[in-house]
């Protein structure tokens, strides 16, 4: 019964109209207890609906003409259509495009583009610099410089998990590569078949999904940007201490793995220093935890 609800449900996403034309051959067979000939519905339906119900294996031989397959199954895939269940338009995708930033999501990328100067700025630099030093000044003063960037790749992993798991709506983008699949697998059917209507419905299907990467972009972006307002300021910090005479950090080299000891500012990976290195090893690390610890997902299934 599963398989043919599939081959039907399959044939009505693939034409609307084919949920009508399924529907006149259940009725003239009286729900699946009688035969049905071309000549009984040839008035309601194309020999093309007709000819695919045949293809896909729904109307099967019979002693005089055609039967269903399984009339409990169309019945079941008719029923379940009619209330929207197999469209692939459904309200949930609909809505990735509905997704809008409030003002104050506006206002913290504005921010975040601008604190982005200060890594080429010193003026910038300095005055983010030493208004985060306020409150890092005192926690790096009684810890060495590698535990507090520890501690601040915990926090910036904790919010950031926080922010995407409040922020993203996974059922949206669930749905909308949902439908991704649907489209690509019935496109790949009906090649195969060589439906060139079918294929070409598709195409206008395929072209209005791709529309919804907008939608898309934007609901997997509006975390991002609340994490670089609050992960730059400390970046610049960690950047101002390190490389601007504001005196040397304590201690004065660390020891990564694979790399040994190392200053604060040698490069280790390409140009990137090893306190960049530190806090991005660090950061992986404390956000998987944080991720598992808190059973958050930050990715659609």
Same mark, same amino acid.
């Given at each position: 019964m599963?398989?043919?609800?599939?081959?039907?449900?399959?044939?009505?996403?693939?034409?609307?109209?084919?949920?009508?034309?399924?529907?006149?051959?259940?009725?003239?067979?009286?729900?699946?207890?009688?035969?049905?000939?071309?000549?009984?519905?040839?008035?309601?339906?194309?020999?093309?609906?007709?000819g695919r119900?045949?293809?896909?294996?729904?109307?099967?031989?019979?002693?005089?003409?055609?039967?269903?397959?399984?009339?409990?199954? /169309? *019945?079941? #895939?008719? !029923?379940?259509?009619? $209330?929207?269940?197999? %469209? @692939?338009?459904?309200?949930? =995708?609909?809505?990735?495009?509905?997704?809008?930033?409030?003002?104050?999501?506006?206002?913290?990328?504005v921010?975040?583009?601008?604190?982005?100067?200060?890594?080429?700025?010193?003026?910038?630099?300095?005055? /983010? *610099?030493? #208004?985060? !030093?306020?409150?890092? $000044?005192?926690?790096? %003063? @009684?810890?060495p410089?590698? =535990?507090?960037?520890?501690?601040?790749?915990?926090?910036?992993?904790?919010?950031?998990?926080?922010?995407?798991?409040?922020?993203?709506?996974?059922?949206?983008?669930?749905?909308?590569?949902?439908?991704?699949?649907?489209?690509q697998?019935?496109?790949?059917?009906?090649?195969?078949?060589?439906?060139?209507?079918?294929?070409?419905?598709?195409?206008?299907?395929?072209?209005?999904?791709?529309?919804?990467?907008?939608?898309?972009?934007?609901?997997?972006?509006?975390?991002?940007?609340?994490?670089?307002?609050?992960?730059?300021?400390?970046?610049?910090?960690?950047?101002?201490?390190?490389?601007?005479k504001?005196?040397?950090?304590?201690?004065?080299?660390?020891?990564?793995?694979?790399?040994?000891?190392?200053?604060?500012?040698?490069?280790?990976?390409?140009?990137?220093?090893?306190?960049?290195?530190?806090?991005?090893?660090?950061?992986?690390?404390?956000?998987?935890?944080?991720?598992?610890?808190?059973?958050?997902?930050?990715?659609?299934t």
């Amino acid at each position: 019964m599963a398989r043919t609800a599939q081959k039907v449900e399959s044939l009505i996403a693939e034409d609307a109209a084919m949920a009508d034309a399924l529907s006149v051959v259940y009725e003239h067979t009286d729900e699946g207890s009688d035969e049905v000939e071309w000549s009984d519905v040839s008035d309601d339906i194309t020999s093309g609906q007709w000819g695919r119900m045949i293809e896909k294996g729904i109307l099967v031989d019979g002693d005089r003409g055609f039967e269903l397959a399984d009339p409990d199954a /169309v *019945g079941s #895939a008719l !029923d379940g259509s009619s $209330g929207g269940t197999t %469209s @692939t338009s459904s309200t949930d =995708v609909d809505d990735v495009e509905g997704t809008t930033w409030s003002k104050w999501d506006k206002l913290a990328a504005v921010a975040s583009i601008g604190l982005f100067a200060g890594y080429s700025i010193n003026s910038v630099r300095n005055v /983010v *610099g030493g #208004a985060v !030093d306020v409150f890092l $000044g005192p926690v790096e %003063s @009684t810890l060495p410089f590698y =535990v507090v960037i520890m501690i601040l790749a915990m926090l910036t992993g904790l919010y950031s998990t926080l922010l995407q798991d409040n922020l993203m709506n996974m059922e949206k983008m669930g749905a909308y590569q949902e439908r991704m699949k649907d489209i690509q697998k019935r496109q790949k059917e009906a090649k195969e078949r060589g439906d060139e209507q079918a294929m070409e419905r598709i195409r206008e299907e395929q072209m209005e999904a791709m529309g919804d990467q907008a939608g898309m972009f934007k609901e997997q972006f509006r975390p991002m940007v609340w994490t670089m307002f609050i992960t730059i300021p400390v970046f610049l910090w960690m950047y101002w201490r390190i490389s601007d005479k504001t005196g040397s950090v304590l201690p004065t080299k660390i020891v990564l793995p694979f790399v040994g000891e190392a200053g604060w500012q040698t490069g280790v990976i390409g140009p990137m220093q090893a306190w960049i290195v530190w806090y991005f090893l660090c950061s992986m690390a404390f956000t998987q935890l944080i991720r598992k610890a808190l059973n958050i997902q930050t990715t659609p299934t």
